[in-house]
């Protein structure tokens, strides 16, 4: 098999995080992956590099300015307000905001614009970041384990010199945040093979095709339960065969979600470890730029395996390496085998059983017949840093004119700030979901929020109809004379002889005799604030 430049990033920081205590998404697994492929010896066969850690400007590229700014200063102690009580950015209990979130983000953002950079600068044929991966994550909030879409941004970052990027998703869960970001684009062809139905994220049917420009630009494989090794690979190559025939990329993105593995802890899928290595087999075969990505899988040893299985398949070698685990800091952890395998279960087929495979290959070969030929791209000078930027070199010149844009930045953040409140008062009526939506640019249809924990949508439509929320009630009302506040229920202010003063009015909390004061455990169980 023929030698490829193969790129490694990896930064040893990635695996210190936690989602917090229970959480099945375990950062520490890109920890243990990179010290089984070191125990492997494959760390000499390839160029390991540690990337820049992605900066907030960089991740803008994509994401929403106020919703990096929330990401750079959230802490678990603030997240209840800067979240407005859990109705933005982070929606439900998916994603916590856990200490350290932002530089997290920013290790797994920088990883694969990095992995970009190499392939589009041609030092690299295979680049490889098991830290990225996170295709859930939408341009203003977070979802499913997933709060920077460091796909998105490392795609963009091709499209700065190839005309055309192919993006290939194999995850149990579909690729919703990297479709929803070219969905309106010829330029980035996304496919993604997943598991529909009940299940995270409720999105990829075989009609979700595209819009506009990026019409039957985005392919949809959904797939039942327990489709095996053989059942994948006939859906699987027939369409990227078909992809690569018509769409010619220029380069390729391979999400490898490890949660489609057979005894996944959320997955569904019966893939064994070489069924799930053979898309990276058959893709590199094409001699196409290629990086490869990490994203799903929570049972952590077998998401080990596989990664590791696959970084030999980048470089040819997987052949050539034992299956039986050489010694390593976690080794106990793969016992009882101790081999490098994920084997399958009994789970039934449920795609051969009813023959749906064959209809879903043949309507995504269908629409493939429908792209008339590749799009091109008019011709156009590739932007480029300045040799004093690329060295982080600055002249005076430059720093007094940083300083006068400092100073406009903060004028016109001060402004956009105003603006912002004024919008959040008269824009009340409407709702959090028409509001705060991920992306309006992609008119799909209403994009319900589902818990990738759970399976079920979120129940954040429950306050559309809702009754007002009463935040003070009271019997008070204004006097007629001399602007005093009395107590409509009151007999003596009935009668005409006195009026409340508004001192004895506020001791009281607004209620007049004990007699009338109001059941607070009766409101409550109304759902009525007092």
């Avoid at 859990?86 to 439900?92: D, E, H, P």
């Avoid at 499913?144 to 796909?151: E, K, L, M, Q």
């Avoid at 569904?268 to 990086?291: D, E, K, W």
């Amino acid at each position: 098999m023929s030698k490829r430049r193969v790129t490694y990033y990896y930064d040893a920081d990635v695996g210190a995080f936690t989602y917090g205590l229970g959480h099945p998404m375990k950062p520490h697994r890109i920890r243990i992956t990179h010290d089984l492929v070191s125990a492997y010896g494959m760390l000499q066969k390839m160029q390991v590099l540690r990337p820049k850690r992605a900066t907030p400007e960089s991740m803008t590229a994509f994401h929403t300015d106020e919703y990096i700014h929330f990401l750079n200063r959230v802490v678990p102690e603030t997240a209840e307000e800067l979240t407005f009580h859990g109705t933005r950015f982070l929606v439900g209990e998916d994603n916590p905001a856990f200490e350290g979130v932002f530089e997290f983000c920013s290790i797994s953002a920088g990883g694969s614009i990095a992995a970009a950079q190499s392939i589009a600068s041609g030092a690299s044929d295979i680049a490889i970041n098991w830290a990225g991966g996170l295709h859930h994550a939408k341009k203003r909030e977070a979802s499913g384990f997933c709060y920077i879409n460091d796909i998105v941004l490392g795609i963009l970052e091709l499209l700065r010199s190839y005309p055309r990027v192919l993006y290939i998703d194999i995850d149990c869960h579909h690729g919703d945040g990297v479709e929803e970001a070219f969905y309106t684009t010829d330029r980035v062809m996304t496919c993604s093979f997943h598991k529909f139905g009940e299940y995270f994220p409720g999105t990829g049917t075989q009609e979700d095709k595209g819009m506009d420009k990026g019409r039957n630009y985005a392919i949809n494989v959904p797939l039942k339960d327990g489709i095996t090794d053989e059942a994948f690979k006939s859906v699987f190559e027939p369409v990227v065969s078909k992809i690569m025939d018509v769409y010619r990329p220029s380069a390729v993105v391979l999400q490898c979600g490890a949660d489609s593995l057979a005894g996944d802890k959320l997955g569904c899928f019966n893939l064994t470890m070489y069924g799930h290595a053979s898309c990276v087999q058959f893709l590199r075969q094409f001699n196409v730029p290629l990086i490869l990505l990490g994203g799903g899988g929570y049972t952590v040893k077998n998401v080990a395996r596989t990664w590791t299985y696959e970084t030999a398949c980048a470089l040819g070698v997987e052949n050539e390496i034992d299956p039986n685990l050489p010694w390593n800091e976690y080794f106990e952890w793969f016992g009882p085998r101790y081999r490098l395998e994920v084997p399958e279960n009994n789970m039934d087929d449920l795609n051969v059983k009813d023959g749906s495979l064959d209809k879903v290959r043949y309507n995504a070969l269908q629409q493939l017949s429908d792209i008339p030929c590749a799009p091109s791209v008019g011709m156009h000078d590739v932007p480029r840093e300045s040799v004093g930027t690329h060295l982080g070199l600055e002249t005076d010149v430059d720093r007094d004119e940083d300083d006068d844009m400092d100073d406009l930045d903060r004028r016109l953040a001060q402004h956009a700030r105003y603006v912002y409140r004024m919008q959040e008062t008269t824009a009340s009526d409407q709702s959090d979901d028409d509001r705060y939506d991920s992306d309006v640019s992609s008119q799909r249809r209403p994009r319900k929020r589902m818990s990738i924990l759970t399976n079920r949508y979120l129940d954040g439509d429950a306050r559309k109809n809702a009754p007002p929320r009463r935040f003070f009630k009271s019997s008070a009302k204004w006097g007629d004379m001399q602007c005093r506040i009395g107590l409509a229920g009151d007999p003596v202010l009935q009668n005409g002889a006195r009026q409340g003063s508004l001192p004895v009015l506020m001791e009281s909390g607004g209620r007049g005799t004990p007699a009338a004061d109001i059941n607070m455990d009766e409101d409550w169980e109304e759902g009525e604030s007092v």
